[in-house]
């Protein structure tokens, strides 16, 4: 049973900060390259940003220098920490293994004033 489950989602001015976790079951965190991809309305999804099996991360050049990609092997969580958000970054906010070949519901990102 391989289940994700993202939170930390809302809303947050311009400038805000946010960070999103994804819970995961049935594999370590530590065995797989996690991945956060964001939705935006008519967009299609977009990797945002991954963390190796061996730790090494990246980011779409979108969110370099205001997101950061970590985990936590304990408790086998994968964080988004979002700082410096700006409205473009309003989307719904999905985390996947590259394994994986389904979505889950994903947590709803509103940057707003």
């Known amino acids: 049973q391989v289940q994700l489950v993202e939170s930390g989602g809302g809303l947050v001015q311009p400038g805000g900060s946010l960070r999103l976790s994804c819970a995961v079951s049935?594999?370590?965190?530590?065995?797989?390259?996690m991945e956060w991809y964001r939705q935006a309305p008519g967009k299609e999804r977009a990797l945002v940003a991954d963390?190796?099996?061996?730790?090494?991360?990246s980011y779409a050049d979108s969110v370099k220098g205001r997101f950061t990609i970590s985990r936590d092997t304990a408790k086998n969580t994968v964080y988004l920490q979002m700082n410096s958000l700006k409205p473009e970054d309003t989307a719904v906010y999905y985390c996947?293994?590259?394994?994986?070949?389904?979505w889950g519901q994903g947590t709803q990102v509103t940057v707003s004033s």
């Open positions: 963390i190796h099996s061996l730790g090494r991360t």
């Open positions: 049935g594999f370590p965190v530590s065995r797989a390259t």
């Open positions: 996947k293994a590259d394994f994986m070949g389904f």
